[in-house]
C-alpha cells in the first residue's frame, strides 16, 4: 500500500489512479489523519499531495510533521513539496511570478526518483509559493529557469518535485511515479483484478456467513459488478430488485431482467411501479421536485419489496438483514475530506437510506475502486461490454430530460426519440467516446410542414459530450452527417417531435443534463 496524504489538490484521486495503474493499491486519506491511522495500514510509502493553500499561511492543511520520520519512503508534490521545506528548516516564499501550465525542468542530480529519465523534462507546473532555501541535508534534484522543481534527502529517502507528475501533461510522470512506488518504495504489484475478486468473494462470504442480502440494480455498471461480485459470494442468498419507475429508457424493463438473469444468473425481481410513479410526477414540473418525487417513491418501493423478501427468507428460518450497494471509491475520499462537502447544484438521488426498522447491514464491495477498475473487474468477472461500457443514466432517469411535466405520453416520445440517438451514435461508433449523449424532450412546440400539412408539435434536442468524469464536459463535435441522420429519423418516425435542435453548451456553463 501507498498512502497519499490530501491536502486538498483537484490532483489528488489522480495520483492513486496512477499509483494503482502499476497494480499496487493506494489509499488517500484526508492530510490530518493520526499518524498511528496511517501507520496501521503498514504503507510501504507516503505521497504528499499538492494542495491550494500556502504553508506559511497558519489556517493552512497540516499534516503531522512526524510523517516524515517514520522512517519510510516519501514522495511530496507541489504543495507536499513545499511542506517538506517549511518543515524541515527550509524556506518558502511567494514566487513572484507564478508558474501555471508547461515548463522545462532540467535534472541536475541523480537520484532513483529520475532513472530513467531524460535530463530536460516537459511538465506540468501550477503553483504561486515555491522554495527558496532546501532544508538540511537535501540537495537540490531538478530545476526550471526560475525556480527549484526537485529535491531530495536520500539518506532519508525523502523526495520531492514541484511539478504534477501524476497528470497526462507530465509526460514522464507515469515513470517518476512507477521508480517511486515500485523501486524506491518496493511496494508489491499485487493489486490486480484476480487478486480484488478473491479477496472480496472472501470477505463477503465471511461477512454475511449464511444470511441473505438484497441489491437494488439500476442496469448501470456500478451495483450490476457489485451484484455479480456478491452473487458470486453468496449465490442465490442474493436477491436483487429491479424497479420500473416508469421514466427508463424503451425496453430497458425487459432487456436489463433479461440480461442479468440469463447473462448474468442473477436472482431478480423485477417490479413495475410506473404508474405509482407516474401518479407522484403529475403536476410536477420543478426539477428538484421531481427529483424529490422519483427518489422517495423508489425507497418506499423498495422497501415493500425487500420487506416480502425478508419475510420469506424468515419465514425459512434464515437471518437476513445486508443491503448491497455500489459504492465507490471517490464518494467515500469525498465523504471525510478535508474541504467538507461541496455546494450542492442537484441533489442526486439513488437508493436513498432505508427505514431503520429492517436494520440492514451494508456491503460495499466496491468502495475501494475508482470506475475504470470498476469496469476492468467486471470485464474480468466475464460481464458483457454493453453493460460495462454503458453511458451513465440518471437515477431519475427521464424524468429529467422531460422539461416541464412527465406523462406516460410523453416519457414515450422521448423514449423513441432517444432510442434513435443511442442507435445512431453506436452505429457511428461513437457510443463509448463521448462521455453521454441522448435527446431532451422540450415543453416547447413549433411550426413545421410534412407532406403538405402543417405540423404544431414538439422540440427534441440532442445533447452529447465528452467528459473525463461528468464534473466538466465540452459538447461533442458529432459529425453533420451523423447529426443530419439523427435528426431526419426523429421527425420522420417519432410521432410529435417535428423539430430537433443540437446543445452546444459546455459544462461549466451549462450542466450535462438540462434538470
Ligand atoms: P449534471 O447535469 O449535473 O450531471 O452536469 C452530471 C452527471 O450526473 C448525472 N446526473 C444524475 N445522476 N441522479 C443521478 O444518479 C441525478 O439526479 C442526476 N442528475 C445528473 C448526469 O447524467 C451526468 O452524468
Redesign the pocket.
Known sequence: TIVILDFGSQYTQLIARRIREFNVFSVVLPCTTPLDQVKALNPKGVILSGGPCSVYDPDSPAADPAVLAMGLPVLGICYGLQFITHHLGGKVESAAQREYGHAEVAIVAETPLFSGLPSEINVWMSHGDHAVALPEGFELTARTPTAVAGIANEGKKIYAVQFHPEVAHTRQGMELLRNFALDICGATADWTPEHFIQTTVERVRAQVGEGHAICGLSGGVDSSVAAVLVAKAIGDRLTCIFVNNGVLRKDEFAKVQKTMTEQLGLNVVGVDASERFLAKLAGVTDPEQK?KAIGGEFIAVFDDEAKKIFEAEKAGGEEIAWLVQGTLYPDVIESSSVKGPSQT??????VGGLPADMKLKLIEPLRDLFKDEVRRIGRDLGMPEEIIERQ?????GLA?RILGEVTAERVAILQEADEIVVAEIKAAGLYRKV??SFAVLLPVKSVGVMGDQRTYANTCVIRAVESED?MT?DWAPLPYELLRKISSRIVSEVRGINRVVYDITS?PPG???WE
Open positions: 427529483r447544484i442537484k441533489s442526486h438521488h439513488n451513465p443514466f440518471p437515477g431519475p429529467v462521455w453521454q461528468g464536459a459544462k450542466t450535462i443534463e
